[in-house]
């Protein structure tokens, strides 16, 4: 009996198993993310090395229901999702690469075709994510 046994359940897990996929392991997983990470990097806006002399400004940027317009005159309008409207004024930093927002004190990344909104003035413009993107309207 045990001898038909034997065979009859090594058969079983053989057919139990075709079909299916090899389960992924930790370090699959961590492969996968890193994929995903550098195809998100590669889809954001590439800031330019002199935005100031290179980027048009002048425009409307949304994210997540939110608007930034900033005009030519450099009279600037922020409206969150609720529908609140900030207004003030944008101005470049002196490093070109960074606009400020007076009426809250945000400092944003120039990038093509879109901004960055940063955490302060200090606010390194390596490592920018999706997160901070504001796409500028066509």
Request: aromatic share 6%; with cysteine.
């Amino acid at each position: 009996m045990r001898k038909f046994i034997l065979p009859v359940v090594a058969l079983a897990l053989v057919a139990g198993c075709k079909g299916k996929a090899p389960e992924a392991t930790a370090s699959d997983g961590a492969a996968t993310a890193t994929s995903a990470a550098a195809a998100a990097a590669a889809e954001l806006p590439a800031l330019p090395a002199n935005p100031k002399a290179t980027a048009a400004v002048p425009g409307s940027y949304a994210s997540n229901g939110a608007v930034l317009v900033l005009n030519a005159d450099n009279s600037a309008t922020l409206t969150d999702a609720a529908g609140k409207e900030t207004k003030g004024k944008w101005a470049w930093y002196s490093d070109g690469k960074r606009v400020l927002f007076t009426g809250d004190k945000s400092v944003w990344a120039v990038a093509d075709g879109a901004l960055y909104k940063l955490a302060g003035k200090d606010a390194p413009l390596t490592g920018l994510t999706v997160d901070q993107v504001w796409a500028k309207a066509k």
